[in-house]
């Protein structure tokens, strides 16, 4: 199968940006044999057809500054979140933080970009799913972060969350699941179909995982250290008054390309 076959059929198949992806998939497919290429092609053509996402499909997401390795066990990182890591890195270096903890780490893909801008920096990414630390634990290596980054398996709903992590953080930063139990049915299919339910998933009123960071985070930074934290659309108001009772002192709300209300900043 050559470039403008794949075009057609993905053209044919209504995905949105035919030329793009198809280039994508040449890349993927492009060090293997030209027997297995073919077999490779047609395989990840088969599966695009059927709305599984590209990222998924390659196996591999840009975000920031690199490539991450991500699967189903993952979120896929989003454009939407740069904006949280651009404001981390900035925050870091004028303050010469040497600490961030990343709650809910995925792919790592957050946690990793901060540490990836901050050499002085060491860092720990949580996340409750193994399989999912194990992806994250994987982009450290293929990044040569390892030996700066740690991976602990824990929920932050767990009893003995603080005791295990310590405290005297830096940083906090954090994308937990926001949305709506009820909006859940609603996503686009590739995201609920192939995205992890666990980081989407926020309760009945999509800030239950804020409530319950609200309660840690206070005691798990150092004074002066910040929290950043990414807002689902319509959200920020709402973080910002949960983190403020809990504590801490806002900063300010950044705004994504879109415009969208999308990071809430505040410092203890
Ligand atoms: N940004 C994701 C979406 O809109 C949700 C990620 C999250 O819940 N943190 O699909």
Redesign the pocket.
């Known amino acids: 199968m050559d470039f403008e076959e794949l075009v057609r059929a993905l053209a044919g198949g209504h995905i949105a940006s035919p030329r793009l992806e198809a280039g994508m998939m040449m890349q993927a497919a492009a060090d293997v044999a030209p027997r297995e290429q073919k077999h490779l092609l047609e395989e990840m053509l088969e599966k695009r057809l059927a709305h599984y996402p590209l990222d998924k499909i390659l196996g591999r997401r840009a975000f920031y500054k690199y490539d991450f390795e991500v699967s189903e066990d993952v979120?896929s990182p989003?454009p939407?979140t740069e904006t949280l890591v651009e404001a981390a890195i900035d925050l870091a270096q004028k303050n010469d933080f040497s600490s961030v903890l990343d709650l809910g780490t995925g792919s790592g893909c957050i946690l990793l970009s901060i540490l990836g801008d901050c050499p002085q920096m060491r860092g720990v990414g949580v996340d409750k799913s193994r399989p999912a630390l194990e992806t994250a634990a994987r982009n450290a290596r293929r990044l040569k972060l390892e030996d700066r980054t740690a991976f602990r398996c824990l929920s932050w709903f767990d009893d003995n969350f603080v005791s295990v992590l310590g405290t005297g953080f830096d940083l906090l930063v954090s994308?937990?699941?926001?949305?709506p139990s009820g909006d859940i049915p609603g996503?686009d299919d590739e995201?609920r179909k192939h995205?992890p339910l666990s980081?989407?998933d926020?309760g009945t009123d999509g800030l239950e995982h804020y409530k319950k960071i609200a309660e840690i985070a206070p005691l798990i930074l150092k004074e002066g250290g910040y929290i950043l934290l990414?807002a689902?659309i319509g959200q920020a108001a709402d973080i910002r008054r949960i983190f403020s009772e809990g504590g801490l002192s806002p900063v300010s709300v950044l705004k994504d390309l879109a415009g969208i209300e999308r990071c809430v900043i505040l410092k203890k």
């Open positions: 979120l989003r939407d994308n937990p699941p926001y949305i996503l995201v995205d980081a989407l926020g990414e689902g």
